[in-house]
């Protein structure tokens, strides 16, 4: 099993900057992607950014050019820097993974979220 906790959410103003973390706990060597998602009251979870073990990122077109996803496989971390931020940013952000289960089955598992407001 692994186990996610974010961290690093809070209040900034438009154009600010502000950094997200997430620390797996568990099994965290069958980790083989870690992401993030977004979901704010008025719309369903989103895509924010991925990256995979062999390093390969992806971002959704609303942030890639104001965010940055970056993990540290040695601590079990994934990071999400973000800059330039709009209140249409102001989301709970919810880290996830893959992880390899029993019998090389591939599971998902989330962090409880992180809040980041963006005031105007």
């Known amino acids: 099993q692994v186990r996610l906790v974010e961290s690093g959410g809070g209040l900034v103003q438009a154009g600010g900057s502000l950094k997200v973390s997430c620390e797996a706990s568990?099994?965290?060597?069958?980790?083989?992607?870690m992401g993030w998602y977004r979901q704010s009251p008025e719309k369903d979870r989103e895509f924010v950014a991925g990256q995979y073990n062999d390093g390969s990122i992806k971002y959704d077109d609303s942030i890639k050019d104001r965010a940055k996803i970056s993990r540290d496989s040695s601590k079990g971390m994934v990071y999400l820097q973000m800059d330039n931020l709009k209140p249409e940013d102001s989301a709970v952000y919810y880290c996830?993974?893959?992880?390899?289960?029993?019998?090389?089955?591939?599971?998902?598992?989330w962090g409880q979220g992180t809040q980041v407001t963006v005031s105007s």
């Open positions: 568990g099994e965290t060597d069958s980790i083989t992607y």
């Open positions: 996830n993974a893959e992880f390899y289960g029993p019998y090389g089955v591939i599971y998902m598992t």
